[in-house]
């Protein structure tokens, strides 16, 4: 009997060895559980819920490998619920029925039923309605998970009767605890001498772009066709980490001096109006793995310091990209960042308003207490009016021209000029606008 046993365990220990490096590192508790913070971190929502044991029906919506099963699995293991996981492929009208009604046996019981749901938004609509009266009963509590939107993938009855939670895509530093977990684990390599550098490390988790299990099947891959020396040591190259993510290992520190090189030279050729060089730096920044959004809001200060009135839609442009980048992330936003970065390239440019805004700052902090003219105060008691606040203030829309030769500087910088517009672009109208209404107050003085 016990050499029974011994098999089964060693069995299971060379059937467990045998699974990827994921599903070998699958955490079993939430301490283990890596990532989501917002949801499981001390005294955050899904973990109050989830310690107190007072979990209803819920949605988990988010992009792939953030850990929407291992989640679901953990809840029905820290709940002591029975955990039974639908395929929207194999699974029909009839499979649901029969489980649920296995599940209904077991309320009755006492004992409770989580069935997870994965891709729930490739169930049909009769598929997810055969839930619905289970869920409506207690007899089971559903866990869905999906990578679309629920509000247009999950029929209305079953989303009003569960709760959604959004899971993000891992953070870099993330990956790379976990990567490093992977190498000590004993389920894992932790068995074996690894070679190989944080900065390697780094390389693989901004590949895997928030992606656990891609993260983790990429170190596989690498670990396994690493150099061995003689005592059986595993040493990763970087040649080894570009054959096996088809990236070259670009020299970028986003900590670091190439960093501020490499954004600069960005900006600088989209001041220079070159687009080829601007493409080529946004390039070699995207895929070195630099958050698309620190790139987008330079792309924004770019509009109006380099370009301003020259071409106002630039800016528009420019907080498109950023929205762009926000509402999709990498890849997918590399080419709306590429359509900024080249129309900032061909727009026309001044800096006009940068230069502006440096005098008056000058002016500014040299004269805090530079009092506000009489004229142009409010005044909203009857002492202010009685103390001459707003006294003959002219309101420009009563006039026909729309402009009046009301004083608004201080005495003590009456008739400083600070923005000084250009030839470029639409600037050009804009300073004989500006001209105009300087000739027209000089002959209203």
Request: hydrophobic share 40%.
């Amino acid at each position: 009997m016990l050499y029974n046993v011994c098999m089964s365990q060693q069995f299971l220990f060379d059937e467990k060895k045998n699974q990827p490096l994921a599903a070998r590192l699958r955490p079993e508790s939430l301490e283990e559980f890596v990532g989501q913070t917002h949801l499981l971190g001390e005294g955050k929502v899904l973990r109050k819920l989830i310690e107190s044991d007072k979990i209803s029906s819920l949605i988990f919506w988010g992009p792939p490998g953030v850990g929407k099963t291992t989640l679901a699995k953990i809840i029905a293991n820290k709940t002591h619920s029975a955990f039974i996981d639908f395929s929207a492929v194999t699974s029909g009208i009839k499979e649901i029925r029969a489980v649920m009604e296995k599940a209904e046996e077991n309320r009755r019981i006492g004992s409770k039923t989580i069935v997870f749901v994965d891709e729930i938004h490739r169930f049909n609509k009769a598929q997810q309605d055969a839930f619905l009266p289970y869920v409506e009963k207690g007899s089971i509590i559903l866990i869905g998970a999906t990578t679309e939107n629920p509000s247009f993938e999950v029929n209305s009855a079953l989303l009003s009767r569960s709760k959604v939670f959004v899971l993000q895509a891992l953070k870099t530093e993330e990956l790379v605890s976990l990567l490093k977990r992977a190498i000590t684990s004993q389920n894992g390599f932790g068995n074996q001498k690894i070679n190989i550098t944080d900065e390697m490390l780094a390389i693989i988790a901004e590949f895997a772009n928030g992606d656990a299990r891609k993260a983790l099947s990429t170190l596989e891959m690498i670990i396994l066709n690493g150099d061995i020396n003689d005592k059986e040591e595993v040493t990763i190259t970087n040649e080894t980490i570009e054959q096996c993510t088809s990236k070259k290992s670009l020299i970028y520190d986003k900590n670091g001096e190439e960093h501020y090189n490499i954004i600069s030279a960005l900006h600088k050729s989209m001041r220079n109006s070159d687009p080829d060089a601007a493409i080529y730096w946004l390039a070699r920044m995207l895929e070195a793995g630099e958050d698309p959004l620190y790139i987008a809001r330079r792309v924004v200060r770019f509009a109006s310091e380099d370009i301003g009135l020259a071409d106002p839609h630039a800016l528009t442009t420019a907080i498109s990209a950023y929205h762009a980048c926000h509402f999709l992330g990498m890849p997918e936003c590399n080419i709306h960042l590429a359509q900024a970065v080249i129309y900032m390239s061909l727009a026309p440019k001044s800096n006009a308003i940068y230069l502006a805004y440096g005098k008056a700052k000058t002016d500014a902090l040299k004269q805090l207490s530079e009092p506000v003219p009489l004229v142009i105060r409010n005044a909203p008691t009857k002492l202010m009016k009685e103390l001459n606040y707003g006294k003959n203030y002219q309101y420009a829309h009563d006039s026909e021209d729309k402009l009046t030769n009301m004083q608004c500087l201080p005495d003590s910088l009456l008739g400083r000029e600070y923005y000084i517009p250009t030839e470029q672009g639409l600037e050009a109208k804009y300073k004989t606008k500006l001209e105009q209404i300087k000739n027209w107050k000089k002959e209203h003085k």
